[in-house]
């Protein structure tokens, strides 16, 4: 279990830097989105050890607090993108 919460942990990062190089706002859209199941995975993983009994819920709270952040933050940037490509082809539609 601590192998998968390093890959998925260090697949966040790797994804949202990729995000953040997309070339257009369908390629950011992707990116980020994939960033985001990373980072639910990473919970996931968090979770899961602390109800197996691994690890102790009061030495992973931060951790827990931080990746379910992270989802948030992720989540409220891809549906930003979304919106605004949205609302672009709603303009460029209203135009023509």
Known sequence: ????????GTAVAANYRSACRARSRA???????????EADESVF??????????MKRTRLEGLL????ELVRIFQTSRRTAQARGSNRQSQIANHQ
Do not use: C, P
């Open 27 to 37: 390629d950011f859209i992707s990116k980020v989105g994939i960033t985001v199941e």
């Open 1 to 8: 279990m601590g192998r998968q919460v390093l890959r998925s």
């Open 45 to 54: 993983w968090l979770e899961l050890l602390i109800d197996a009994g691994i």
């Open 65 to 68: 607090s931080e990746a379910n």
